[in-house]
Nanobody
């Protein structure tokens, strides 16, 4: 079993920044890619960003490129999402997820999910 706990969400004004964290526990001896996803009220969940096990490869949705940065610290089993220049349309519940393996495969289901943290961006 793997447990994921997100933190760092909150209320921020447009143009502000937040850093989300995702702490992973459980089967951490395995290699795993990580992803961040978000779901806004009344909308489907969407991909935000992903990172390979080594951190050498990162991926981001077009809507967040240039504003959000994903990173990881494997010594701490933690993945981060630095969010800058936030917009009201970034308001959503942000969830992290694990995909076992060294590379992130975009069309393969994630293996474990966290419960999410709410980010609210006011205009």
């Amino acid at each position: 079993q793997v447990q994921l706990v997100e933190s760092g969400g909150g209320l921020v004004q447009a143009g502000g920044s937040l850093r989300l964290s995702c702490a992973v526990s459980g089967r951490t001896a395995s290699t795993y890619a990580m992803g961040w996803f978000r779901q806004a009220p009344g909308k489907e969940r969407e991909f935000v960003a992903a990172i390979s096990w080594s951190g050498g490869s990162t991926y981001g949705a077009d809507s967040v490129k240039g504003r959000f940065t994903i990173s990881r610290d494997n010594a701490k089993d933690t993945v981060y999402l630095q969010m800058n220049s936030l917009k009201p349309e970034d308001t959503a519940v942000y969830s992290c997820a694990v995909q076992f393996g060294s590379s992130w495969l975009p069309f393969v289901a994630m293996d474990y999910w966290g419960k999410g943290t709410l980010v609210t961006v006011s205009s």
